[in-house]
């Protein structure tokens, strides 16, 4: 909760901005950036209750798949709180002339797409491991 204090001062700042475009514009950008927050903050948690399933060798479990799904969600969420950077981003790009700064936020917005679809293949193969482990323990 503390890396969130800042950020008040950050929105307020953004939207009186006279570079920051329209209010709309800075609007989204500061909720996409609470929204990316908050999903972070419960991705966390939600990965330490996987870390601490995995700790106490529970790691095939139904339990572990349903975390993993919440992760990738969480991640999903985080995903679309970026890209509610975008308007602002290209308002500042059209002003200031620098296609690199769109570059880079579509870099940066690629980064929770990329993870959501590696979370997404983890979690097929943890379940198909999961179902092979239940088989296994049929016939033993």
């Not at 999903?39 to 330490?48: G, I, T, Y």
């Not at 570059?103 to 997404?120: H, K, N, R, S, Y």
Request: aromatic share 12%; glycine share 4%.
């Amino acid at each position: 909760m503390m890396a969130a204090m800042p950020f008040p001062q950050l929105s307020f700042a953004i939207l009186v901005s006279p570079v920051a475009g329209t209010f709309f514009q800075a609007l989204t950008f500061v909720a996409g950036l609470y929204l990316l927050i908050v999903a972070f903050l419960v991705a966390a948690f939600f990965a330490e209750r996987l870390l601490l399933v995995i700790d106490r060798q529970q790691a095939f479990s139904d339990q572990a798949v349903h975390l993993l799904a919440t992760i990738k969600w969480c991640v999903c969420v985080m995903a679309v709180g970026a890209l509610m950077w975008l308007p602002l981003i290209y308002s500042v790009t059209q002003q200031e002339d620098a296609p690199g700064i769109m570059v880079i936020a579509l870099g940066i917005i690629a980064i929770p797409v990329i993870i959501a679809v590696f979370l997404a293949v983890l979690q097929r193969l943890w379940a198909s491991a999961l179902d092979y482990k239940r088989e296994n323990d049929l016939t033993i």
